[in-house]
């Protein structure tokens, strides 16, 4: 029963409630000169774009800054916590499209999909934080709201919007942190896209139990006539987004 409990209060805890993204911590010295929030958490995105979660620290962030790791805490309460704003300071980065009635609902749900690829394509962290912590910040809702009207101008009966919503950008999600893990690993192995994917594809390709499967899609890439791996991953996007759309419009169709 203690251990339900605990999980349940860590499940409600978040930043954004009780008022704790308004106020500094309540813990550690006093606050450092020329130090705030906002710079504590534009430190945080570089660091997590440059090390990943696993090699975030608030020791290594107070060593970022110069300044001592108590007195982060002048300004959040955990390390959880500066993760929530992090996440969120990512979101603010995302173009959403004007709130425009008028507008093709199929153009701009294209537009909102393409950003939040390209967002988790930048962030290769943000999924794993994204699958972690609430999502209730200011930005993150705010995308969420432009996800919503787009998807409610679609035609669809009241009960089907989440599932659209879910279908979209779902996809993007695993498709966008899938694209992201490969970009961050050509990056540590200080490689091209189109060196690593070949590389790692040839040495895939000598292991028996992979060999056929693989083979297959070396001959599919082929011919695609010499695409570069960004620009395969770029029309295998699209193509699927016109799948789902194509999909949402069907399903309108069919009443």
């Known amino acids: 029963m ?11 805890t978040s930043v954004w409630l009780e008022g704790k993204a308004r106020r500094g911590g309540r813990r550690g010295g006093q606050p450092s000169s020329g130090l705030d929030r906002e710079r504590i958490t ?28 108590m007195s982060l805490y002048w300004y959040v309460d955990t390390k959880d916590d500066l993760l929530e704003l992090a996440l969120d300071a990512a979101f603010g980065e995302l173009r959403l499209p004007d709130a425009d009635a008028g507008a093709d609902w199929r153009d701009q749900l294209r537009r909102l999909a393409a950003e939040y690829r390209a967002l ?37 009966p009241e009960q089907r919007l989440t599932g659209a919503v879910s279908a979209v950008f779902r996809f993007v999600y695993g498709y966008g942190t899938i694209e992201g893990h490969l970009v961050a690993r050509c990056a540590d192995a200080g ?19 992979a060999a056929e499967v ?10 695609r006539g010499g695409d570069t791996v960004a620009q395969m991953l770029d029309r295998d996007f699209a ?7 194509a999909g949402i419009e069907a399903m309108v169709a069919r009443g």
């Open 120 to 156: 988790l394509v930048r962030h290769p962290w943000l999924s794993s934080l994204a699958g972690t912590f609430l999502n209730i910040g200011p930005n993150a809702l705010a995308f969420s709201g432009a996800v919503q009207r787009v998807v409610r101008r679609t035609g669809l």
């Open 239 to 245: 193509f699927a987004l016109d799948l789902l759309v």
């Open 42 to 69: 534009e430190a945080t995105v570089r660091l997590l774009d440059a090390e990943g979660p696993a090699g975030f620290s608030m020791r290594r962030l107070a060593a970022e800054l110069n300044v001592t790791a």
């Open 2 to 12: 203690g251990k339900a409990v605990r999980a349940r209060g860590a499940a409600r």
């Open 191 to 209: 490689m091209a896209l189109d060196d690593y994917f070949r590389h790692a594809l040839s040495a895939a390709t000598r292991a028996p139990d």
């Open 214 to 223: 693989l083979q297959e899609s070396v001959t599919l890439m082929a011919a």
